[in-house]
């Protein structure tokens, strides 16, 4: 079984904190990508989100699980924050197009 082709030139990377920190990527529209993180921790897609925990319009993710993200018309950014504990996050496109 092969595994997911993830580009390393589109990853991006951040500390993941009790601060919302939005990652560098603009993510582009029909181009798949995914979030994973070394902790559980919440994010929040828009054009200039700010993640909180546990609140309407973010979306939890466990640790050390690939979730798939998208754009979605001005929706481009992803914003991050821990759920109890700090860690590391990754938002990387994975080369394909939905």
Known sequence: ???????LTTSDYKPVTSTSTQFDTTMVSGVQYVVTSSVACWIRIGSNPTAAADTDQNHYVPANTMVPVAANGTATKVAIIRDSADGDATLSAIGGVI
């Not at 079984?1 to 580009?7: D, E, L, N, R």
């Open 1 to 7: 079984m092969g595994g997911i082709p993830i580009s």
